[in-house]
């Protein structure tokens, strides 16, 4: 299984230009998320979606929008860009909505905004 | 609402040597605990986790976390550290019948080995 994969890895934008993140899980998981990481901050959650057609935001979900088309995917878009949004972008899953459930995350999109 | 505090942000130890990073969590109840540990480059690993019962658990790798609800404390162990186990190690806390989406990530506590 490939578990949860995000593209691309590494990215640079210029401020004011939009992108995609992309994100997908192939272990039929219900619940998507995704967090950005900070140096000193942790992880914060941008935006989840409990169900394919449900997302709902998180902590910080200024910037970003969501969609869930398929159970598979979880896209990400950045609208337009800003230098606050350099930051690490991690895509998780898990099997579904409940605060026990084991989180599995991605590898990581470095994404720098010049 | 929960939180996790983690004191410790970078901690060096000799391989070979025992660890102990700390985690103090803040919440009503007993929550739901986590320990996940990321690679350089990957995403994070979960390592263990505490739901209910034995207040001592075993994870992956050979660490263990010993939950102390006196101390609000779920600090993470391992006898012998391994060079392989330098990484950034982050504690979590869930609240009981709640949504992943609440789940408070820690700051994180980054490793170093010293050979």
């Known amino acids: 299984n490939a578990g949860v994969t995000q593209t691309p890895k590494f990215q640079v934008l210029k401020t004011g230009q939009s992108m995609t993140l992309q994100c997908a899980q192939d272990m039929n998981h219900e619940y998507m998320s995704w967090y950005r990481q900070d140096p000193g901050m942790g992880l914060r959650l941008i935006h989840y979606?409990?169900?394919?057609?449900?997302?709902d935001q998180g902590e910080v979900p200024n910037g970003y929008n969501v969609s869930r088309s398929t159970t598979e995917d979880f896209p990400l878009r950045l609208l337009s860009a800003a230098p606050s949004q350099t930051s690490v972008y991690f895509c998780?899953?898990?099997?579904?909505?409940?605060?026990?459930?084991?989180?599995?995350f991605g590898e990581g999109s470095w994404l720098t905004v010049v | 609402a929960q939180s996790v505090t983690q004191p410790d942000i970078h901690i060096t130890v000799s391989e070979g040597a025992s660890l102990e990073l700390r985690c103090n969590y803040s919440y009503g109840a007993t929550p739901y605990l986590f320990w996940y540990v990321q690679s350089p480059g990957q995403g994070l690993q979960l390592l263990l986790k505490y739901f209910s019962g034995d207040t001592l658990v075993q994870g992956i790798k050979g660490f263990e976390a010993e939950f102390k609800r006196s101390q609000s404390s779920f600090n993470l162990r391992k006898p012998s550290v391994h060079w392989s186990d330098a990484a950034e190690y982050f504690c979590?806390?869930?609240?009981?019948?709640?949504?992943?989406?609440?789940?408070?990530f820690g700051s994180g506590t980054r490793l170093s080995i010293r050979p």
């Open positions: 979606s409990v169900g394919a057609g449900i997302t």
């Open positions: 998780a899953s898990s099997y579904n909505s409940l605060s026990g459930n084991t989180i599995y």
């Open positions: 979590a806390v869930g609240a009981r019948r709640s949504s992943a989406s609440k789940i408070i």
